[in-house]
């Protein structure tokens, strides 16, 4: 009996969610942590630091067993990068960056999602309109009203006078 990784792929995926959560959480120490009631700017990276890292580990788990010898482990290749998705992802996340402050956070959010969508081989445009509506919603609800950021949520000359205030 050994311990075999049975799916290569996903303990690589695993162990890149544990290296970035890590690194997330260990660059989130060096600010004000405060408390769950007054979070300091390090609170919310070093939280989600420690649940990619939980994630990873839980990933990376799962793709490993202990199994007799010459059984049920994947031949040890790993498919090659595909730079086409990696792109278009990294493009959304710099769109939005650049025109959140302009077009406001729910079309920014909307425009992140339909490029980033765009990255999967085979778009389904009825559940990337259904995801970026349904994260525009989640942003607006979290970042504007709950937490009080102060984020347009629409660009100023399209909304009605007094409708958010």
Known sequence: MHL?????????????FIAFGVVAAGGALRYPLGTAMRMGPGYFPLLL???????GLAIALAALRVVPDGEGAD????????????????IGVLLFALTVNALGLVLATVALVVVSGIAHHETRWREVAVLAAGLAAFAVGVFFYGLGLPFEVLPVAVLPAGLLA
């Open 75 to 90: 031949d040890g290749r790993v498919e090659s990068i595909s730079f086409k998705p990696v792109l278009l992802v990294a």
């Open 4 to 16: 075999h990784i049975l799916r290569r792929r996903d303990f690589i995926a695993g162990s890149l």
């Open 49 to 55: 630091g420690g649940l990619l890292a939980l994630l």
